[in-house]
């Protein structure tokens, strides 16, 4: 069998040895070799891994794309259909209901798009093709751990590309730290249980530090020139400092006199729009380490909340 673009062994010796790492980590030889018989490299997947990144976009093409009016009238709805589950769970990990669906309808239009590859084959080949081998490894015997603990059927245990599993799209390392069985039916199934889906996600950003009584952010408008030195997360201000440097909110009223501490963001520079962002976006950049990302759920979240 052809090897990888960077493995230099054929599929067949990689998985006897990567045999032996899943069973000294507790993957059962029977559920091993159950799960894994069968499997061969997907081409596809592997293509898509090395693809590179296409010309970046605008923050503003970007927001476009992801916070479609059909995206907020949907969000809207279902925020309105979960509404009492979202509150309850919102009690135990101090998450309001609007960011919970903001992320579900990005990440997988909320559960329309959760990805139609096989988890177990998909993690497999990134991991014999040996590009982010240790990382692709660890991923698979997570996988393998969850599916032979019943969470999910094999057949059914689907997501994206690169591993990404169920309507919030967690790795298997994210499901064994944060996912959540809130209906108690002993499984924890984030591919079609709404209490489960929701809890999770909610446990994932409760435990990354969300703060309930602080938003995400805003955006804002500048009075004046802000020098690029301020701006990004890496500088964090009082918003006594940011209102002394001539930022209003967007109706030109005073920003809040209180002592938070924000950072300002200019996904698009100094030309684009300017965003004031507080520890919350933070914890939404830990989902997903990108500023067009973590805005856009913010936005998102405003918009299905409001009124």
Do not use: C
């Not at 135990?92 to 139609?116: C, D, H, M, R």
């Not at 799209?169 to 499984?187: C, E």
């Amino acid at each position: 069998m052809a090897s990888g673009a960077l493995s230099a062994e054929p599929y067949d010796v990689w998985q006897s040895h990567f045999k032996a790492k899943a069973l000294s980590k507790g993957v059962s030889k029977s559920w091993f070799e159950k799960a894994m018989s069968g499997i061969s490299p997907i081409q596809r997947v592997i293509e898509l891994d090395g693809k590179q990144p296409e010309h970046k976009i605008t923050f503003s093409t970007y927001k476009k794309r992801v916070i479609s009016q059909n995206r907020i009238d949907q969000g809207r709805r279902l925020y309105k259909t979960h509404y009492k589950i979202l509150k309850e769970i919102e009690g135990k990990y101090g998450v309001p209901p609007q960011y919970i669906v903001a992320l579900w309808g990005i990440e997988t239009s909320f559960g329309q798009n959760t990805g139609g590859f096989k988890v177990i084959p998909a993690l497999a080949s990134l991991a014999w093709d040996g590009r982010r081998r240790s990382f692709f490894e660890t991923e698979l015997i997570n996988a393998l751990k969850i599916s032979e603990a019943g969470h999910i059927p094999l057949e059914k245990m689907k997501g994206s590309w690169a591993g990404a599993m169920g309507q919030n799209q967690f790795m298997p390392s994210s499901f064994l730290q944060y996912a959540v069985d809130y209906n108690g039916d002993g499984k924890r199934d984030i591919w079609t249980s709404k209490p489960d889906i929701f809890a999770s996600t909610s446990n994932y950003l409760n435990k990354k530090g969300w703060k309930h009584d602080e938003k995400w952010g805003r955006q804002v408008q500048l009075t004046r020139p802000i020098s690029p030195s301020l701006t990004g997360l890496k500088v964090k201000k009082p918003l006594s400092f940011w209102k002394n440097m001539g930022i209003k909110t967007l109706t030109g009223k005073p920003l809040p006199r209180f002592d938070m501490r924000g950072s300002l963001v200019q996904p698009d520079g100094a030309k684009g729009a300017s965003y004031l962002v507080y520890n919350n976006y933070e914890t939404i950049m830990d989902w997903n380490r990108s500023t067009y990302f973590a805005t856009s759920v913010g936005l998102l979240a405003d918009l299905i909340a409001k009124k």
